[in-house]
């Protein structure tokens, strides 16, 4: 069974940081694709980061919004990706999701709040 678990949001101030992480189970880790979205109250759910991996991280691109902000690395012995965001905004404020694509099948967490206050 494919299991996603988001963690490490919470409130903070502009300007500052947060590391989000994205524990996978139940799928080999390597060889995989996986993104982040995030959803901002009353709004559609945006596609935030995009990776391919083959045991490293192959390709990752991010929405122009967070380019040079957010930045995904992964810890494959944990079989974690991180998605580690700075110099945050007020409107980046949102529930942030991870997904994984498993043999054309997509695996969602059930997404953590963060919050930046002005």
């Known amino acids: 069974q494919v299991q996603l678990v988001e963690s490490g949001g919470g409130l903070v101030q502009a300007g500052g940081s947060l590391r989000l992480s994205c524990a996978v189970s139940g799928i080999a880790f390597r060889r995989k694709t996986m993104r982040w979205y995030r959803q901002a109250p009353g709004k559609q759910r945006e596609l935030v980061a995009a990776?391919?991996?083959?045991?490293?991280?192959?390709?990752?691109d991010y929405t122009a919004s967070v380019k040079g902000r957010f930045t995904v690395s992964e810890d494959n012995d944990n079989n974690t990706q991180y998605l580690q965001m700075n110099s945050l905004k007020t409107e980046d404020t949102a529930v942030y999701y991870c997904?994984?694509?498993?043999?054309?099948?997509?695996?969602w967490g059930t997404g953590t709040q963060v919050t930046i206050s002005s």
């Open positions: 997904m994984v694509v498993h043999l054309g099948v997509e695996y």
């Open positions: 990776t391919t991996s083959s045991g490293s991280l192959d390709y990752s």
